[in-house]
């Protein structure tokens, strides 16, 4: 199957077990103290962040807007998701420049993932990035500092679910993908 | 010109992301104001589409406890009958009895009046700063903006967006307003969340010496845009504030926003009567 279509097929598979799933657990590591934050963890970024290496940033920001946007839509904060995708894609290619030996654009088709750079950069690459993401959302939907140990509080929750669904998406599909590449 | 469209060459990158990001808060901007866009919300109609094929899956798997909450409202509902016939009984067998000849016109006068339309939840949140919640009804049924909604227990929110067969609803689960509040005694508060937990509310600001006791029930008021008298809770915790006497009420929300799976959208026919009358008085006050 041509890549594009599969990438397609990858972008709303991701969407809709975001929006249709995961937007329904909600998800708090405490109920006492009762100011614990709830969150709904994230899965999509990974889409972006599973791009091919070589993929061009214009385009990196495109699909970023996109995701974060159809996203959105399900959540009623039209932008929201945008502006911290957006934020991720372009922070992207610098994060992986400065994480992989050889030039970008030598990589060709591959997808970031464990065989190609290994467990640890992989691990800083996308925590990072959910990292910046989590916070810039956070940031934006609850838009005020007057109760910063919250917000805090929740972005690394939040990022630390996001990171162990991650994790638990490479140990899923890491081999049987790595084959199919061969 | 040449070094213009070289250094748009170079910076393309950085322009687009810059154009992104200004596209992504405009959105935001306007969303954050309660007039928001429709066609950016959770009831345009390929969203509520999806919503909805998700709901008529789940609808089943829930159809008990809506059973039990159904009998429940009406057994409310019942007694709530039976107490208004008692207290009429009351009335036939005291000395004085006056009767109002029913051709006056005086003796009803209506200053609201409301519709209630049914409607399902097919998307619910709780967890965000400013949550939604999607119902299968849109204008096609008569849905509006700014109608108020509640649940069989208690309050739900008001209408934000509404498109041909969807509308979202901004619940009480919000920073963006408070909802005007009543004790049992008739002291008159505001009821607002503070973000975290979907099952408290805090009626603030209300005088020391206006004794609440743990227990005691919060409705809405006349005053805004719900219809009076509809629980939205009971206080399960006082806290002083020594600075100001004021104290704060922590309310256990009457509704559970948790399992939310139908609720009830209310017209009420003479609001728009109400507020032209008040939006006139309010330009005079300016003039």
Known sequence: ?182 | MRNFILFIHRFFNLLLFIALEIVCILLIARTNTLQGIDILSSSNAIVGMVLQKRENVLYYFSLKQMNDSLLKENARLQLQLSENNYSFDELKDSTITQSIPPKDSTDKIRYAQYIYRTARVINNSIEATNNYITLNRGYNHGIQKNMAVISGTGVVGRVMYVSANYSSVLSILNVKQKVSAQLASGTIGSVMWEEGNPDVLIMEDIPQQVTVKIGDSVFTTSYSFFPPHVLIGKVFKKKIIKKNNLQYLYIRSATNFRNLQYAYVVENIKAAEKKTLEDSTTTQKTK
């Not at chain 1, 999509?44 to 070589?54: G, Q, R, T, V």
């Not at chain 1, 807007?65 to 372009?90: I, R």
């Not at chain 1, 030996?101 to 088709?109: A, F, H, M, R």
């Not at chain 1, 630390?160 to 061969?182: A, E, P, Q």
């Open chain 1, 1 to 182: 199957m041509h890549t594009n279509v599969k990438q397609f097929i990858k972008f709303c598979l991701f969407i809709l077990i975001q929006t249709q799933v995961l937007d329904k657990i909600m998800i708090r590591w405490w109920t006492e103290p009762s100011g614990f934050p709830i969150f709904v963890p994230f899965l999509y970024p990974l889409f972006i962040l599973l791009l091919p290496l070589s993929t061009p940033v214009w385009l990196l920001l495109f699909v970023g807007f996109t995701t974060g946007l159809s996203v959105d839509l399900f959540n009623n904060t039209a932008g929201m998701h945008a502006f911290a995708c957006v934020l991720m894609a372009y922070l992207r290619t610098n994060v992986l420049n400065a994480l992989l030996p050889k030039n970008l654009s030598e990589y060709g088709q591959q997808v970031p993932g464990v065989k190609v750079m290994g467990w640890m950069p992989f691990l800083t690459y996308s925590a990072f990035l959910l990292l910046i993401l989590h916070l810039t959302f956070f940031t934006l939907e609850i838009w005020s500092f007057s109760n910063i140990g919250y917000l805090l509080l929740k972005v690394l929750a939040s990022t630390i679910t996001s990171m162990l669904l991650v994790v638990g998406y490479l140990l899923l599909f890491t081999n049987s993908s790595s084959i199919r590449n061969k």
